[in-house]
């Protein structure tokens, strides 16, 4: 009935709270996670997908659904590749967000369930390079053979945790209903978080917009920009979600240290960057995934990034993806090449320019064996939307900083 740390599973908290949500009153909800004020507008909501994009999406999606997704969150201890679980998670946020069907909402959680009660603190599990075990996913796969606990395993899993919290909060009923659900999310995501805190530096940059970035305990050097990246995606969400600056601060000075470090071409109309700061070579376009979706987020947020350098993006992306061939890494080079498909992942962009989704749609339509595919069609889907800023909800009881 418990899981190993006591706490109830994420599905018996919402099967004991919907036995009586319904028949509350919004007084009557509890004190810490009240009725959602009436300014607090819903993001998501009912809607069916209804262009010619959107069907074939769903379409695809349900192909890629059958094909890939196996059972929730399914890990051995020291995986190397919690990666993959973190891309299943992310196509039913984006589902879930673009639709509102409760289906994807229920997938998500049980992923939530299933790689929660993995994490290594959990199982018992040691980091041998920082001598203690950590509440995130310890794996043997990039540390020739010693566990170690990356932070952007731990950014990659957490982000739609949190943001799937930030999502039902803003919605009255769901609010209420799902009360111990969000209480809980907020609460697992803070305790990852703030374990890489002693990893965080400030600087180089300081003043007005001063900078901040991850270093790593084993490669005993910063980390590649889309590692850090992945956990800025996270603190976005915790700051929309609890209202707390704290996980905006943060968030701001990561996001500056990665605008600061773009190179602008083309007449400044068009970004490319590299892997690492000490690296000079083009960033795959993989890995690059998380830096665009950490920008987009932290555009909708009004962190750092504004309209025109989602533009710049754009342009990156149009630049990789050229009717003579879809390039592998971000200057557009090597076509033909196996990391193409993880241009899904940039689908974010389609809010800023439409034609993004029609690239994407025709491309992805080749690509339904990857997993990679699953969340670009959920992102497809998910995009038929308008693009909306967010505001953060008000301050809650969640744990911030330490």
């Known amino acids: 009935m418990f899981n190993a740390n006591g706490s109830l599973p994420f599905t018996m908290l919402l099967g004991l709270w919907t036995a009586t949500a319904w028949a509350q009153t919004p007084e009557a909800a509890p004190a810490d996670r009240a009725a959602a004020p009436a300014d607090r507008a819903p993001i ?7 262009d010619a994009i959107s069907l074939k999406a769903l379409e695809m999606f349900n192909v890629c659904q059958q094909r890939e997704d196996g059972p929730p969150g399914s890990l051995s201890p020291y995986d190397s590749d919690p ?20 289906q994807y909402l229920d997938r998500l959680l049980e992923h939530v369930e299933h790689i929660m009660a993995q994490r290594g603190d959990r199982l018992g599990l040691v980091d041998e390079i920082r001598g203690r075990t950590m509440p995130a996913w310890i794996t043997t796969g990039y540390s020739e053979g010693r566990p170690y606990a990356w932070l952007v395993h731990a950014g990659m899993i957490t982000y739609p945790m949190a943001r799937c919290a930030y999502l039902l909060e803003r919605d ?11 209480q809980r999310l907020l609460t697992d995501v803070a305790e990852t978080l703030h374990a890489f805190d002693e990893d965080w530096r400030d600087g180089p940059g300081q003043g007005p917009n001063s900078e901040g970035y991850y270093y790593c305990p084993y490669l005993q050097r910063d980390l590649p920009f889309n ?21 905006r601060t943060r968030a701001h000075k990561l996001a500056y240290y990665f605008h600061e470090r773009l190179h602008r071409l083309d007449g400044d109309t068009r970004f490319c960057w590299s892997y690492w700061v000490r690296n000079p070579s083009p960033e795959d376009v993989s890995h690059a995934a998380i830096n665009v979706d950490f920008a987009f987020v ?3 947020a009004g962190i750092v990034f504004d309209k025109g350098d989602i533009g710049r993006f754009v342009a990156a992306f149009k630049h990789v993806a050229k009717p003579e061939g879809f390039g592998d890494f971000v200057d557009g080079s090597r076509t033909g090449g196996s990391l193409s498909v993880q241009l899904g992942r940039w689908g974010h962009l389609a809010y800023h320019d439409p034609s993004v989704r029609a690239v994407l749609s025709d491309y992805l339509e080749q690509t339904k064996g990857a997993t990679a595919t699953l969340i670009g069609c959920a992102y497809l889907v998910e995009t038929q939307r308008p693009f909306h800023k967010e505001q953060p909800v008000a301050a809650t009881t969640a744990p911030a900083q330490p």
């Open 227 to 247: 590692m850090q990246n992945a956990m800025g995606r996270t603190m976005v969400a915790m700051y929309l979600a609890t209202g707390d600056d704290w996980y």
């Open 44 to 50: 998501i909501a009912a809607t069916a997908p209804r």
């Open 172 to 182: 009255p009923q769901l609010a209420r209903q799902y009360a111990p659900v969000i």
């Open 83 to 102: 990666w993959f679980v973190s891309y299943h998670m992310m196509a039913y946020l984006a589902m879930f967000e673009g639709t509102g069907e409760r």
């Open 298 to 300: 932290c555009r909708r």
